[in-house]
Nanobody, 128 residues
Framework: QVQLVESGGGLVQAGGSLRLSCAAS????????MGWFRQAPGKEREFAAA????????YYAESMKGRITISRDNAKNMVYLQMSSLKPEDTAVYYC?????????????????????WGQGTQVTVSS
């Protein structure tokens, strides 16, 4: 079992930056692929970024590539999402997710069913 708690959301002006954090419980955190998803009002939840268990590989949604960076600290059971050049359309609830082993490449971990555990989300609001 893994429990995830996100933090770091808030209100920011367009062009600003935010760093989201996700604290994970469980001794096997380092064995999970970690991902960030977001859900804007009236829209489906969408993939933002993922990171391999070692942190050596990262994957990003094309729509956000270049503006976000995912990282993890396995010693602290933490995963982060650094976001910059934020736009009003980035307004959403951002979710942290943990995924156990799958019989396919980590680079394919862009769908909700690729993950087993989810946090409660943190709200990010970008004002124009």
């Amino acid at each position: 079992q893994v429990q995830l708690v996100e933090s770091g959301g808030g209100l920011v002006q367009a062009g600003g930056s935010l760093r989201l954090s996700c604290a994970a419980s469980g001794r096997t955190f380092s064995s999970y692929v970690m991902g960030w998803f977001r859900q804007a009002p009236g829209k489906e939840r969408e993939f933002a970024a993922a990171i391999s268990w070692s942190g050596g590989y990262t994957y990003y949604a094309e729509s956000m590539k270049g503006r976000i960076t995912i990282s993890r600290d396995n010693a602290k059971n933490m995963v982060y999402l650094q976001m910059s050049s934020l736009k009003p359309e980035d307004t959403a609830v951002y979710y942290c997710a943990a995924g156990g082993p799958r019989p396919y490449s980590d680079s394919s971990r862009t769908r909700e069913y690729d993950y087993d555990y989810w946090g409660q989300g943190t709200q990010v609001t970008v004002s124009s």
